[in-house]
C-alpha cells in the first residue's frame, strides 16, 4: 500500500467530514435546548456531532502531520528564494501568515466580517430557542421527576396519573425525566407538556432562606465544587454524607468535586445533587 496516497485520501475525507461537522454545530441550538428539546439532526444528538468534530479532527491532525512528512521537499522547495536559499519569511509564507493573523485577531476584537460570521450563528441559535423552547432551567432533563415537579411546582402524584394517562411509561418519583422521554420515544419538553395541567396554585422558591435551608437547585458552579467545600457551605456534617452516600452506593469522597464524584458513580452532577438534596432533607446531617 502507499502511504502517501493514503495520507492524502484520509486527508480529504476527514476534512469533508470536519466540514459537515463544522455546517451542524454552526447552526445546532445551545445545549439546555438541544438536550430540552431532544435535538438531531440525520439521527445524531448535538453531543453526538461533537464527538465526531473531536475525534475526526484528531484523525485530520494526525494526517495532517503525516502529510508534512511525505512532502517536506516540496514545503522546503516553497521557502526557498530565486537564489535557492531557504528563507521562511518568502512572499507566499507572508500572505500566508497575514490571513491567519486576520482572522485570528479580528475575531478575538470581534471585527467585521468575521464578526457578521459569528453574529449569524448566535441568530440562528437565538431562533432555535424560540423554536423549540427553553428549558425551565439548567440540565432540567436531568432531574428526577420527584425532584423536577418539586422546582416547577408541580403536583406529583397528579403528574405520574398524568403521564401514565397520556401512554407514557413511567416507573416512579425517582425515574429521572430525560430517561422517560427516552423510553418513550418523546423529548422532555414534550413529557413536561403532558405534567402541566398539574401545576399547583402556590409558587415556591428554589434558593435557600434565610435560616440558610438546603437550595432545591445547584448555584452557578456546582460541578466544580469540591464536597467537602458544599458541606462547609450548608453546614453539613461531612462525615455523616459520606456515610450517607456510601449507604446508597455512591463513590465519594471529600477532596473530589462533584464532577469527579458523577463521574466515578456514571450520573450527572445533577444526580449528584439530587441525592445530597435527598439525604439533607430526609435527615438533618
Known sequence: MNMRKITSMTMLLSLLVLTINSIILYV?????????????????????????HTT????????????????????????KNKTRQIKVFTGSFNVALALTAIFVVGTYFNIPPLSTILHISES?????????????????????????????????????ELLRSGGIKVDGPEDILKTVAWRNDRSPQQVYEIMKPAKLADTQSASTDAAGRFPDAPESGWGKKKLAEACLEYGLNLEDILAKFGERGVVAEAEMNIKEIASANDIDPMGVFETLHDIVTSKNC
Do not use: C
Open 56 to 79: 475526526v479532527g484528531v484523525l485530520f491532525l494526525i494526517a495532517g502531520i503525516m502529510h508534512i512528512y511525505y512532502n517536506w521537499k516540496p514545503i522546503l522547495a516553497y521557502m
Open 28 to 52: 445546532v441550538p445551545e445545549g439546555r435546548i438541544a438536550y430540552w428539546a431532544d435535538w438531531k439532526f440525520l439521527g445524531l444528538t448535538k453531543g453526538d456531532w461533537g464527538a465526531q
Open 124 to 160: 440562528v441559535k437565538d431562533q432555535a430557542a424560540v423554536t423549540y423552547g427553553e428549558p425551565p432551567y439548567g440540565h432540567a432533563e436531568s432531574s428526577t421527576l420527584k425532584m423536577f415537579t418539586k422546582r416547577e411546582n408541580l403536583d406529583l402524584q397528579q403528574s405520574l
